[in-house]
């Protein structure tokens, strides 16, 4: 099973990205996974900033159960994958069973930040997008989809996610083997014709050989 992940700031368009490259893939075998859905029920307490959960930290997510699930998929079984609710900010009771497949693509803001879970990737990808561009994504995403204020959109942004992203999303950088700026179209075609080699064969759709290597 290869295995993809794709890390980079909130608001860097990691879901459209990947939605562009299960669109070009089109396949059953490929799954997707979303490292959101792997935090934690109750964030540790000692994270908090200003009384509220630090959500931007790497301690915030359920690293045991990724990796768990991650090696699990790539030993060709089944795994329940845990569903969020931003809303609430909790896990709720139900799962979604991914696998077993060929391919699966993980995307979240720290895919690439723990050496274990890192080391199972066949290919690391990361999204470089300017700041303001990810801000202004963040605050339409969070507006619309999640019910939040502007104000703590804006307090949150200061509080953690802009601290938390120079201090430990950054560096994660330097793991990727291909690092895709904010025109992702190239970038998903690419990644989308290796994906397609691997279910389909190196013949399929007249495909050309492509290597990260």
């Keep these: 099973m290869y295995l993809i992940g794709i890390a980079g700031g ?106 274990a879970v890192r080391n199972l990737f066949d290919l690391k990808v990361f999204l470089n997008v300017d700041a303001d561009i990810r801000f202004i994504r963040r605050l339409h995403r969070d507006v619309r989809e999640r019910g939040r204020t502007l104000d703590s959109i804006i307090r949150q942004y200061y509080d953690t996610v802009r601290p938390m992203h120079h201090e430990f999303l950054e560096p994660t950088r330097a793991f990727a083997d291909l690092v895709v700026g904010e025109e992702t179209d190239i970038g998903a075609d690419v990644i989308a014709a290796r994906v397609r080699q691997l279910v389909d064969g190196p013949n399929a759709m007249g495909a050309a050989e492509v290597s990260f290597v």
């Design 10 to 115: 909130s608001g860097s368009g990691k879901t459209t990205f990947t939605q562009k490259i299960m669109q070009r893939v089109s396949h059953p075998e490929v799954a997707l996974l979303h490292q959101d859905s792997y935090y934690l029920s109750v964030p540790p307490p000692d994270l908090k900033v200003h009384g509220e959960p630090n959500f931007d930290h790497p301690d915030a997510f359920d690293w045991a159960l990724l990796h768990e699930h991650l090696e699990r998929l790539k030993a060709g079984e089944t795994v329940a994958t845990p569903v969020y609710d931003y809303k609430s900010n909790r896990r709720t009771d139900e799962t979604v069973l991914v696998g077993p497949c060929r391919a699966v693509l993980l995307e979240g803001i720290f895919t690439l930040w723990d050496p």
